[in-house]
């Protein structure tokens, strides 16, 4: 019997709480600091950042893409993407380099989030292809957050160095999207022990096939990337 994937809705919806929660803790700060808030249609600047998703997001976003896009959208899509993967992929080992060689991570980390690659899901509008459905990350952009115990705020908004504002911990966040991957993992009866914990950039979550081999789903190992 060939082997499947587990039902995912009940994973998805777990994720989709938190994307909800994510939008009105930033329509709440939007309210309050419409001024410092600058978030506008057609303003791209945080789809140009790089950064990962957690196993659920990357498997709800991979379904939503697959729903949505067909032919030749799609597969213009999946070519970006392709070309992305390969540019984020020389940007990690490079920093894997780096960090072998005794690099400060801090400063490692500071010239990841220098990088501008724009996302495959950015058309040429400068609009979201998936915008409804975008990442938690996404979500967040353009308000106050802290993640390690340091702030970040989009360099385009108002709000002032040194002043208090509301923030975001994005730890929390990570961490809740970390318990629903590990349940999910564990759902799968996958024989891959890291599965829960790996991370992939938006790019390769479009192109990947999360299929049982890729899974490791009753017995059947593929080789990752």
Do not use: W
Not at 40 to 58: G, I, N, Q, Y
Not at 151 to 168: I, L, Q
């Amino acid at each position: 019997m060939t082997p499947t994937l587990p039902d995912l809705i009940p994973f998805f919806d777990r994720y989709e709480t938190v994307a909800r929660e994510a939008d009105a803790l930033f329509s709440r700060i939007r309210a309050e600091f419409p001024a410092e808030v600058v978030c506008r249609e057609k303003c791209s600047s945080c789809c140009h950042a790089l950064f990962d998703l957690s196993l659920v997001e990357a498997l709800y976003l991979n379904k939503r893409f697959q729903e949505r896009f067909s032919g030749v959208e799609r597969f213009q899509i999946m070519d970006r993407a392709g070309d992305v993967d390969r540019k984020t992929v020389k940007i990690k080992r490079k920093a894997f380099k780096d960090s072998s060689a005794g690099r400060d991570s801090n400063e490692i980390l500071a010239e990841i989030a220098a990088v501008s690659i724009r996302c495959p899901l950015l058309g040429p509008d400068d609009l979201c292809l998936l915008y409804d459905v975008r990442p938690v990350t996404c979500r967040l952009y353009g308000v106050p957050t802290s993640i390690g115990g340091k702030a970040h705020t989009c360099g385009k908004t108002g709000f002032a160095a040194g002043e208090k504002y509301p923030t975001v911990a994005l730890d929390k966040i990570q961490l809740r999207l970390a318990e629903i991957s590990a349940d999910l993992a564990r759902a799968t009866g996958t024989s891959y022990t890291e599965l829960a914990s790996m991370y992939v950039p938006v790019s390769s979550a479009l192109v990947t096939t999360y299929d049982a081999a890729y899974l490791g789903i009753g017995g059947i190992r593929r080789e990752k990337d």
